[in-house]
């Protein structure tokens, strides 16, 4: 689904990511873990394809098409999704509402009618029971006044509203109560099939107890510097990022 070959990317002519090489398939949860700074944000936006970021050598290939000269939006119509980390406000513009211009948005870039309001009703009910999100959020402003878990249902719900082939998490970590972090894994694990895949990005191994990861990369100064599996979080909490830094000398 997704592969990325020696990619270089770099912001405001700093390199950050110095040779990233990277396979997910569908089924598949990877988490790439890793140091601040050493360029886990900076990889899920290159991905996504936000603008202040420049490829400068190396490809992405989504569904073996290379997607560098696609904008970010056009990259999101064709199911990538990258859970934004400063979700914006919008007063008057409920969580339903913003979804169904996001929903219609995405189909009509993809030449289909607007979803009539019954079928939309429908999937709205379907997603929100699945995450067991009630009715009054639904009906309240985008993230106005939305608290820490509240701002993550949000996004959550999105996902599974949106459907995506690739989601991309990239948390924080930092503000990320237990209630959020359920949240989170909860949607990641309900929403997880054999035709979609998600990479979640986290400092800490604490998320990893509640997804389990088919995959951990761990990323260190722009590169992927060890792969494994959900052990390698585990070893990474116990030993700390001191532990890579020091194999690597
Ligand atoms: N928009 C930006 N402008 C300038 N520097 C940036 C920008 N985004 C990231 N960087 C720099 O890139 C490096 C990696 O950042 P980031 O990808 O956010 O790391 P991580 O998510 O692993 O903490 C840092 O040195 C950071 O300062
Ligand atoms: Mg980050």
């Known amino acids: 689904m997704l592969k990325i070959k020696n990619l270089h990317a770099s912001v405001e002519d700093k390199a950050i990511l110095k040779g990233i090489n990277l396979e997910v398939n569908p089924g598949e949860v990877h988490a790439i873990m890793g140091p601040n700074g050493s360029g886990k944000s900076t ?6 394809g936000k603008e202040e970021y420049e490829v400068t050598n190396g490809d992405i290939l989504f569904e073996d098409k290379n997607i560098e000269e696609l904008a ?9 999704f990258l859970s934004f980390q400063y979700p914006v406000e919008i007063p008057g513009v409920s969580v339903t509402n ?3 211009t996001a929903i219609n948005e995405t189909r009509k870039a993809k030449g289909l009618e607007e979803m009539p309001a019954n079928e939309m009703l429908k999937l709205i009910r379907e997603k929100s029971e699945l995450l067991e ?11 106005e006044g939305f608290s820490g878990g509240e701002k993550k249902r949000n996004e959550i719900f999105q996902m599974a509203m949106l459907e995506p082939k690739l989601a991309i998490l990239d948390e924080t970590d930092s503000g990320l109560d237990i209630d959020a972090l ?9 929403l ?4 979609n895949a998600v990479i ?10 509640y997804i389990v990861p088919d995959f951990v990369h761990v990323l260190h100064n722009g590169r992927i510097v060890k792969s494994g599996t959900k052990e390698l979080a585990h070893e990474l909490e116990e030993k ?6 020091q194999e690597l000398v």
């Open 43 to 48: 990889l899920a936006s290159v991905i996504a």
């Open 72 to 80: 970010a939006e056009e990259r999101a119509h064709k199911g990538i």
């Open 98 to 100: 913003f979804m169904k």
């Open 133 to 143: 999100i009630d009715r009054k959020f639904l009906s309240r402003s985008l993230n």
């Open 182 to 190: 359920r949240i989170v894994a909860n949607g990641v694990n309900k």
């Open 192 to 195: 997880k099939s054999k035709d």
């Open 200 to 209: 979640v990005i986290t400092h800490y191994q604490r998320l990893l107890d």
């Open 240 to 245: 700390g990022y001191d532990w890579i830094k």
